[in-house]
């Protein structure tokens, strides 16, 4: 039987055309609002959702290279291709000097997808089917790396305030730890490309349908998305300080909030979906993939990255609260998959946990 995307052309279901044609009309304001005028907070909405809607339709695209590559690969490119927007947001951002926004959103993505999108996961999930099963090697061994890459990252900002004699050379010492760790990526790499044998031999179905687009249409707005999200990250940071100035948004609240949720707040409903359902083992490891590959691959090459272009020098030494809530959130996360298995008042608590972090930083 032949596949629809190749037998009658493109098959697009109504999802689709809500980013395509979201996003279209979104970038348009975007540009219409940056270069016409419109008011800050305007120029900031517009961008944003935008840059929001510019994400999914990166994601979408990559799922739709899926089977052609394989789950693993699909992973892979997910992660890579998926953090486009923030990354290309936090290097505008570096480029007008706004460090403190760049290592608040880093810190801000990691604790919505353990805190905000996982718990919400758990809650769909929990009501809809009661206790659900977290007991998956995959899963287990994403979590190990995603500590382990966390607790790398946030070595130089422990050595920075207890004073060790490393802390006099913190952007080298950044530098080195950004290698290390993009080493460590490197390392990882050939197991995640060969998960998908795994998953086909746990029976777990990684993609629901095939896909609808075929190749040349896939690629083709893959490319544009990723175009157009260079272009919108750069009006974003544009409006960013005169819609901050305007709303009385401290950076470290921007940064933490609206731009860590702004780079991916609809590529994790896929995992809330998962959640609903019942597919909760791979629910659960999509989330935590994201946290990891900010750990691991985002934050590293933005800290290389601003060195190389001559932005403003961005180090992984944060501010105590942001080391502070990001080691309490993965040992939250840590601790949620000892027992195998989730419930929506867990999830209730994550949630309610990053309502109160987010709200410790709205005055700074």
Same mark, same amino acid.
């Given at each position: 039987?032949?596949?629809?995307?190749?037998?009658?052309?493109?098959?697009?279901?109504?999802?689709?055309?809500?980013?395509? #044609?979201?996003? @279209?009309?979104?970038?348009? $304001?975007?540009? !219409?609002?940056?270069? &016409?005028?419109? /008011?800050?907070? %305007? =120029?900031?909405?517009?961008?944003?959702?935008?840059?929001?809607?510019?994400?999914?339709?990166?994601?979408?695209?990559?799922?739709?290279?899926?089977?052609?590559?394989?789950?693993?690969?699909?992973?892979?490119?997910?992660?890579?291709?998926?953090?486009?927007?923030?990354?290309?947001? #936090?290097?505008? @951002?570096?480029?007008?000097? $706004?460090?403190? !926004?760049?290592?608040? &959103?880093?810190? /801000?993505?990691? %604790? =919505?997808?353990?805190?905000?999108?996982?718990?919400?996961?758990?809650?769909?999930?929990?009501?809809?089917?009661?206790?659900?099963?977290?007991?998956?090697?995959?899963?287990?061994?994403?979590?190990?790396?995603?500590?382990?890459?966390?607790?790398?990252?946030?070595?130089?900002?422990? #050595?920075?305030?207890?004073?060790?004699?490393?802390?006099?050379?913190?952007?080298?010492?950044?530098?080195?730890?950004?290698?290390?760790?993009?080493?460590?990526?490197?390392?990882?790499?050939?197991?995640?490309?060969?998960?998908?044998?795994?998953?086909?031999?746990?029976?777990?179905?990684?993609?629901?349908?095939?896909?609808?687009?075929?190749?040349?249409?896939?690629?083709?707005?893959?490319?544009?998305?990723?175009?157009?999200?260079?272009?919108?990250?750069?009006?974003?940071?544009?409006?960013?300080?005169?819609?901050?100035?305007?709303?009385?948004?401290?950076?470290?609240?921007?940064?933490?909030?609206?731009?860590?949720?702004?780079?991916?707040?609809?590529?994790?409903?896929?995992?809330?979906?998962?959640?609903?359902?019942?597919?909760?083992?791979?629910?659960?490891?999509?989330?935590?993939?994201?946290?990891?590959?900010?750990?691991?691959?985002?934050?590293?090459?933005?800290?290389?990255?601003?060195?190389?272009?001559?932005?403003?020098?961005?180090?992984?030494?944060?501010?105590?609260?942001?080391?502070?809530?990001?080691?309490?959130?993965?040992?939250?996360?840590?601790?949620?998959?000892?027992?195998?298995?989730?419930?929506?008042?867990?999830?209730?608590?994550?949630?309610?946990?990053?309502?109160?972090?987010?709200?410790?930083?709205?005055?700074?």
């Amino acid at each position: 039987m032949s596949h629809p995307a190749t037998a009658t052309g493109p098959v697009f279901v109504r999802s689709d055309y809500v980013v395509l #044609a979201g996003g @279209a009309a979104a970038v348009l $304001l975007a540009g !219409v609002t940056r270069y &016409a005028g419109g /008011g800050e907070v %305007l =120029a900031f909405f517009c961008s944003a959702v935008a840059v929001t809607l510019l994400a999914a339709l990166v994601g979408r695209s990559v799922e739709q290279l899926g089977d052609r590559f394989g789950p693993g690969a699909t992973g892979v490119l997910q992660s890579a291709l998926g953090n486009l927007p923030e990354l290309f947001i #936090a290097l505008f @951002a570096l480029k007008a000097g $706004l460090v403190a !926004v760049v290592q608040a &959103a880093l810190i /801000g993505s990691i %604790l =919505a997808n353990l805190l905000l999108v996982l718990g919400m996961c758990f809650v769909v999930g929990g009501l809809k089917h009661g206790p659900q099963n977290l007991d998956s090697k995959r899963a287990q061994s994403i979590i190990v790396l995603m500590v382990l890459s966390v607790a790398a990252m946030v070595i130089p900002s422990i #050595a920075h305030y207890v004073h060790t004699p490393v802390s006099a050379h913190e952007s080298t010492f950044s530098i080195f730890v950004s290698v290390i760790l993009l080493l460590v990526f490197a390392v990882t790499l050939p197991a995640s490309l060969k998960r998908g044998g795994e998953t086909e031999a746990e029976g777990v179905d990684m993609h629901q349908e095939p896909p609808r687009w075929p190749l040349w249409l896939a690629v083709a707005l893959l490319a544009a998305a990723a175009v157009l999200a260079a272009f919108v990250s750069d009006w974003f940071v544009t409006a960013l300080e005169p819609a901050m100035a305007s709303l009385r948004i401290s950076e470290a609240f921007a940064g933490l909030v609206v731009v860590a949720i702004a780079g991916n707040a609809i590529e994790n409903v896929v995992g809330i979906q998962l959640a609903s359902a019942n597919r909760s083992e791979y629910a659960f490891s999509v989330v935590i993939n994201s946290p990891m590959q900010i750990a691991l691959v985002l934050a590293p090459l933005l800290v290389i990255l601003s060195h190389v272009f001559g932005f403003a020098a961005l180090t992984l030494v944060f501010s105590p609260m942001l080391v502070i809530s990001v080691v309490v959130a993965v040992i939250l996360t840590a601790f949620i998959t000892f027992d195998g298995e989730s419930t929506w008042a867990e999830g209730a608590a994550l949630i309610a946990v990053y309502a109160v972090i987010a709200a410790s930083f709205w005055w700074g």
